[in-house]
């Protein structure tokens, strides 16, 4: 058979049964390895088809799932019409061709099927269960009332997920409890109807989860999605860290969930079931309330008794659920005892009370979850309008159940969920040999008996009357005196100690002991042995309410408190939905409820019952890494689940007689070439010609058995023998047949070919022709229009020269756009023609107006300062000094005086000062000497400052700037006079030499020598 897989590597096409692709991709039935006792040979062969994004694998009609953890392009409707009426083995393994087998069984035999689906958290048993749906839903006879049943079976799922799936440490849509479906078909195949089953809700997680867990969905979605409007309905505030319920796990956000997006999911859901407003409404107000119940918290009174000490959490509690405060106050901080008729109010500590008020939210969220499974039954309800009465529905139910759980610490679930997968090896066993014994007895084939571990013995251990473990634990919590887990597990030791599947700390040898608490006993179940930790396992099989908690529910949400407290009746609201949740009649029933462990081995008892009425298919979830990675197989984990799923078990079982066997006509059908006398047709009976072709081919009599309609092949060896021979003989058919039909088809197809190009051309051709035609006559008048304008081009706009113009002016405007300039300095620009040289002139101002102001409006406020001051002294120096180019590029400071230079007798040193003197003197050379002239207004007047500085040029613009003398800077050519004093005047000559030298003239000038650094 073709496998084709359409994963993320593309398309591939392998044929399983080449001896190359089961070296490269393992065998597709477990049944037909041939050391098919080895788990190492069983893990082997997964590993190979894991790795080809092969993830189903048979053991018989038993399919083996391993969870990719990514998307594979293997549920498209292409695959679902594939896999639709055809025979279980004809294709490769699939969900679907289980799916299809259990639906053609039901229609052709008439008879109930049923797929149970299990394996550990996060292997993929919940989308195993959409999948099989989704298939129903697109395959199965389809009208607008079987359309709105499908719809309704498909968004039960995100409901469900929603109030009933968690994020664990394991699985990030982990579902916490069981559930058994039954669709309803009928009789033309449609899908008319629905129920839904559910077991052992996990109600612990309300108020407790492990680090790096959630509670359940339905708490984040309300609060991430809910609408504003809504939240302020519920008291609720958009942030998860405020509620106690919520923050245990330390994980409020995961990043494979988006709560926004599933709540919005989860109301067009509701709404597709049929839940109208009013009751989303009363729904949300439970979730909300149970919120609001985390928050209570209690503080403890001088003599011990609790106390609410956040009335606030009362309020929406008493509006929400719809009973006054006071009550509620009062039911969560006593409870009521009865004692020899008289009913007494005990007061409870803090501790208590907290309790209390986690039981009652447990309660609250546990019975509202079954109440939302009853509704959705309901919506699911088979109604037959012509036949009312008819019970001609056949059912197809899917179980999706826990897994075999072995923790570090294992408690009273794990005990509930590996008893039920105790129960549900002990039934698969029993219908496989069953089912085996009842196929080798229609062929007329000896039945020879098979070993196997009947594990009856456990499961008695666990549920028998009075000695079993569950009827200990209700013992235990139903005594009176101080009972506790402990004295639990003393009676366990005492009642079952000689068990042989039993084991305790106390019972054990000294090498067992190290390895367990002496609060544990042992279970050796058929998967392995796992020790239970008996610690809260009476409280947990309790699971009770105070009774005035449960008055609080069942009357304050009726008529009948009304009655009790009539001049409240205003201000109290009625919950339709927890009134179905706590009954009445609960309380005047005086017999004590039933243990949850009671519950459970009841329910399961039925569950049984129901799957032994019906045909079963099996499908095992494995998971191949704990990091949810794609692609990574962890064969320790592996290898753990193939032991606890009963894997290697039920291949012993299967592969017990023979290894494979088919119906004579698909047996005679695939192999009648490997014989000439069945090649190409057999005209005689079926079992003749197998008989005629296992002759030919050599087969060993133990090697086979003829039954009336199929035959048996004991080894996989043999039938892989066959296997490659057809191979071999394909090729030669192949090559035959291939001569023939290329012969045939070429020449046909040469013929076609043929006539075909000729129209192809003659019609090619001409469209060829007119294209040609009409670019020519288009170019010929752009041609036509060009030179006409260039004739016209010195003329005023008109007809006959508008498009030369307009090419010349877009010719000009692209050349300008591509060398506009790019700096301030840059003064190029492209001589425009005559008619947009006034347009060139002004786009050439406003470019450069932007490129100032571009550049100006990244000029920071120093940088500017700096510029200001460097063109007033490019206005003074420019042309004029020798050293004015050597000071351009540097830079002017702030200040060129640190702290020890300033004089201390200058008082306002500091201070702003504005000199007055009429003018400057500076040389022409390179030297750094300039005259102040001050004003002589009297005789005490000491003269003209003459000054040297290093930085002369930055020295005289600054004090030109601040005097406002920038226009009064005499630069002199030769020599400056200065006043001395008392009317006596100086002169330095000024001469240019090699190096810098002032010194004292013979005539008593003072003379400077500077170099000439710059000719002008």
Partial sequence: ALFRALGSEGVRVMMESALTARDRVGVQDFVLLENHTSEAAFIENLRKRFKENLIYTYIGSVLVSVNPYKELEIYTKQHMERYRGVNFYEVSPHIYAVSDNAYRSMRTERRDQCILISGESGAGKTEASKKILQYYAVTCPASEQVQTVKDRLLQSNPVLEAFGNAKTLRNDNSSRFGKYMDIQFDFRGAPVGGHILNYLLEKSRVVHQNHGERNFHIFYQLIEGGEEDLLRRLGLERNTQQYQYLVKGNCPKVSSINDRNDWKAVRKALSVIGFNDDEVEELLNIIASVLHLGNVQFGAEESGNAYITTDTQIKYLARLLGVEGSILKEALTHKKIIAKGEELMS??????????????????????????????????AYKDDLYPLSKNASVIGLLDIYGFEVFQQNSFEQFCINYCNEKLQQLFIELTLKSEQEEYESEGITWEPVQFFNNKIICDLVEEKFKGIISILDEECLRPGDASDLTFLEKLENTVGGHAHFVTHKLADGKTRKVMGREEFRLLHYAGEVNYNVNGFLDKNNDLLFRNLKEVRALGLTVLFCCVNAHHTSSLCCSSILTQCFDREELTDKKRPETTATQFKNSLAKLMEILMSKEPSYIRCIKPNDAKQAGRFDEVLIRHQVKYLGLMENLRVRRAGFAYRRRYEVFLQRYKSLCPDTWPNWKGRLADGVSTLVKHLGYKP???????????????????????????????????????????????????????????????RGILALREAKRRRTAADTIRRFIKGFIYRKQPRCPENEYFLDYVRYSFLMNLWRNLPKTVLDKSW?????????????????????MVWTYCKRISPERKHQLEQKLVASEIFKDKKDNYPQS??????????????ISPKVPNAHEPCHPVFPCISVSSLSDGLFVLHVPCEDNKQKGDVVLQSDHVIETLTKVAICADKINNVNIS????????????????????????????AKNGHLSVTAPRLNSR
Wanted: overall charge positive.
């Fill in 347 to 380: 007061p409870l500590n803090s501790e208590q009370a907290a309790s209390a008020r986690d039981a009652l939210s447990k309660a609250v969220y546990g019975r509202t979850f079954t109440w939302l499974v009853n509704k959705i039954n309901l919506s699911l």
């Fill in 702 to 764: 133990e090697e086979y058995k003829l039954g009336r309609s199929k035959i048996f092949i004991r080894f996989p060896k043999t039938l892989f023998a066959t296997e490659d021979a057809l191979e071999v003989r394909k090729h030669s058919l192949a090559t035959k047949l291939q001569a023939c039909w290329r012969g045939y088809s070429q020449k046909s197809k040469y013929l076609k070919m043929r006539h075909s190009a000729i129209l192809i051309q003659a019609w090619w």
């Fill in 830 to 850: 492209p001589t425009p023609p005559p008619a947009l040289t006034e347009a060139s002139e002004q786009l050439r101002n406003l470019c450069m107006q932007n």
């Fill in 888 to 901: 351009v590029p540097k830079l002017f400071a702030s200040t060129r005086l640190n702290g020890e230079e």
């Fill in 973 to 1000: 050519q030769g020599s400056i006079k200065f006043t001395v004093g008392r009317g006596k005047e100086g002169v330095i000559d000024f001469t240019p030499g090699s190096e810098l030298l002032v010194t004292k």
